[in-house]
């Protein structure tokens, strides 16, 4: 059965920390993304990787950054936490290639940054 | 860059009693067309897509949608919900040809009702 991990399911910070979520896959896939998700606003594209070492921008990266030293794990980090990020994160991945491939999620990190 | 319009944020439907969930989206080119379902503190995962052929296209637990170019529709489709579909239901376009992003929309919430 094939498999997103994140390293937690919630996580509660204080403003100014560095925070670290951490994602896994064991489908060797190509891409991984980082999506944050707010009531009324959908998923938003936060950051992608298509290869190892390799990262785009996606729609909001302000405030984030993110790290593949491996295929199958990808960081989002925090730099300092702000209250605005205050959210669910979801991680996914995907075969690379065409966009028709299909995205594969984690269950989720709901981040409280107090 | 795709758009999606998801008309509906929360649909009340009796059990047992058909629903559609509308999507909309923008676009002048050929497009991949998505829908996700996220059960309660779960991640997403794929309910169908429709890539080409066939404008029908079937998915899982019942489900089906419509691909109409001419209105840019997917509508996704049940004739008889269950309890266990109470759900968010997520329409994600994008476009073809080489590596796009996937647009999200804003989600819909389908509550069923006993």
């Known amino acids: 059965d094939v498999k997103v991990t994140q390293s937690s399911r919630y996580l509660v910070k204080r403003t100014g920390e560095k925070v670290f979520l951490e994602c896994v896959q064991d489908?060797?896939?190509?891409?991984m993304f980082w999506y944050r998700q707010d009531p009324g606003l959908g998923l938003r594209l936060i950051y992608f990787s298509y290869d190892v070492k390799m990262k785009e921008k996606g729609d909001i990266p302000e405030g984030y950054s993110v790290s593949r030293e491996k295929k199958e794990r990808f960081s989002l980090i925090l730099e300092s936490a702000s209250t605005n990020q205050t959210s669910m994160y979801l991680c996914?991945?995907?075969?690379?290639?065409?966009?028709?491939?299909?995205?594969?999620f984690g269950p989720g990190t709901r981040l409280t940054v107090l | 860059a795709q758009s999606v319009t998801q008309l509906d944020s929360q649909v009340p439907v009796f059990e047992e009693a058909p629903v559609e969930l509308r999507c909309n989206y923008s676009?002048?080119?050929?497009?991949?067309l998505f829908w996700y379902v996220q059960y309660p503190n779960q991640g997403l995962q794929l309910l169908l897509k429709?890539?080409?052929?066939?404008?029908l296209v079937k998915g899982i637990n019942g489900f089906e949608a419509e691909f109409n170019k001419s209105q840019t529709s997917f509508h996704l489709r049940k004739p008889s919900v269950h309890i266990s579909d109470t759900a968010e239901y997520f329409c994600a376009p994008t476009g073809s040809g080489g590596y796009q992003k996937v647009t999200f929309g804003t989600g819909t919430k389908l509550q069923v009702i006993p």
């Open positions: 996914a991945s995907s075969l690379g290639g065409q966009t028709s491939n299909e995205q594969f």
């Open positions: 676009s002048s080119v050929s497009v991949y």
């Open positions: 489908m060797d896939h190509e891409n």
């Open positions: 429709y890539l080409s052929g066939s404008t």
